[in-house]
């Protein structure tokens, strides 16, 4: 129901209101498809972020291997079409997923952990897909209803910067949404953008799991000490604003920027547990397991 927003209603509110009127609606078969086919997975969680570049892919596809690690039954979901990069960050590139009666079956990365991404599916990943909002929709759609994920306990979307076509399909087709994760980095104009992702979520009721502030840190492997090579206090700003929790701070490390450059990421994760990164990205897990089990505001 509305709430009645005529006095002093604050942003979250109104947005919550514009909503109701504003946004397209999916047409219903497609999101009954969609619904019967994720039936079986507890937990749907998207990451966005208003910007480009603040390690969306990374920290989606870090959260997937650490909840896999875990022992919960894990997918991961790549849906940014014209810029997909978690077939190369976890090193399935060249993969090709089969199908079998009609449903495509998502790439087995480790033990209770699958992976899709449309790029998989392209005869050249050099060429760029070049499409418009509904045939991009319409593969969104088809990906949400015609994936084989069987029983999970997650599902990771990784999605493109900003709030255009695949975030609102996530939002409007996935049937009852955990929640949305927001990724930045410390410096002032990405929460400055990134305040645009969390109005998004507002606007279309979808709960907001919490902050991630991405590239936090360095820390000298010399002498200890912690530098904020990106500034500082932007992410507290944001999180202060919407009254929402920073669930993680990832450091930079050349060690990660060389595993996601080379496709090295899952084992970074999986298999070295003394690292700095994958103790920051194990707590971040644990702190997204604690959080989807308790009541999210919208
Ligand atoms: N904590 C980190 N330490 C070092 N390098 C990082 C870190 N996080 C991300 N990177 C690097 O930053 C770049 C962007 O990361 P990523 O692709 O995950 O961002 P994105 O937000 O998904 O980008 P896009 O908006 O293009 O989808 C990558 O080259 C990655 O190697
Ligand atoms: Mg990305």
């Known amino acids: 129901m509305l709430k009645d927003l005529t006095s002093n209603g604050n942003s979250r509110d109104r947005n919550i209101r514009i909503r109701k009127f504003q946004t397209p609606q999916i047409p219903p078969p497609y999101a009954k498809q969609v619904e019967e086919n994720l039936k079986d997975v507890k937990y749907k969680i998207a990451v966005i972020s208003g910007k480009g570049g603040v390690g969306k892919s990374f920290v989606s596809a870090a959260l997937a291997l650490a909840l896999a690690k875990l022992g919960y039954l894990v997918g991961l979901l790549d849906l940014d079409v014209h810029g997909p990069s978690i077939p190369k960050i976890t090193g399935i590139r060249g993969m090709r997923p089969y199908a079998v009666e009609g449903k495509i079956e998502p790439i087995p990365l480790a033990e209770n952990l699958k992976v899709l991404s449309l790029e998989l599916m392209l005869d050249d990943v050099n060429k760029p897909i070049v499409w418009r909002g509904p045939l991009k929709s319409k593969a969104i759609i088809e990906l949400l209803y015609l994936t084989n994920w069987g029983k999970l306990d997650y599902l990771i979307f990784d999605l493109p910067p900003g709030t255009g076509d695949e975030p ?28 645009k992702a969390v109005e998004f979520c507002f606007q279309l009721d979808l709960p907001i799991i919490g902050i991630v502030e991405n590239m936090s840190y360095f820390k000298c492997p010399v002498c200890g000490t912690i530098h904020k090579i990106f500034g500082e206090g932007a992410a507290e700003e944001v999180a202060k604003v919407y009254n929402l929790d920073i669930i993680a701070r990832i450091p930079v490390h050349p060690d990660l920027s060389r595993a996601l450059d080379e496709g090295t990421l899952p084992s970074l994760i999986l298999g070295n547990q003394e690292h700095e990164v994958t103790r920051s990205i194990i707590e971040f897990a644990k702190k997204v397991v604690e959080k989807t089990k308790e009541p999210l505001e919208k």
Request: charged letters at 10%.
């Open 168 to 195: 609102l399909s996530v939002a409007q087709l996935v049937p009852e949404p955990r929640g949305a994760i927001i990724v930045t980095t410390p410096s002032s104009l990405a929460g400055t953008v990134v305040r």
